[in-house]
Nanobody
Framework: QVQLVESGGGLVQPGGSLRLSCAAS????????MSWYRQAPGKERELVAG???????NYAEFVKGRFTISRDNAKNTVYLQMNSLKPEDTAVYLC?????????WGQGTQVTVSS
């Protein structure tokens, strides 16, 4: 029913860019708060960026100035533009939605930053 499907991950060199997408279905996307999390092997899942239903954004300190979260309600999609990527950004990036007191997770997309 509810689905969050991430795409756009891949292998990129340090200093490069990627744009992740999360396509949502099964709920009223425009009323949901959306977030990107990431999890590297052996580490805890951490918040990368969030965006409210009104469009206000917040970021983890380690990505400020490099990443931008945005949403397109007409496409039921949230994006994460990732610039100036570093090897320590390597992780599985997961899409999160909060709607009507429920929380939903996508399965994630792999981002690998390596030369």
């Amino acid at each position: 029913q509810v689905q969050l499907v991430e795409s756009g991950g891949g292998l990129v060199q340090p200093g490069g860019s990627l744009r992740l997408s999360c396509a949502a279905s099964g709920f009223t996307f425009s009323n949901a708060a959306m977030s990107w999390y990431r999890q590297a092997p052996g580490k805890e899942r951490e918040l990368v960026a969030g965006i409210s239903s009104a469009g206000g954004a917040n970021y983890a300190e380690f990505v400020k100035g490099r990443f931008t979260i945005s949403r397109d309600n007409a496409k039921n999609t949230v994006y994460l533009q990732m610039n100036s990527l570093k090897p320590e950004d390597t992780a599985v990036y997961l899409c999160n939605a909060r709607h009507s007191l429920m929380t939903y997770w996508g399965q994630g997309t792999q981002v690998t930053v390596s030369s």
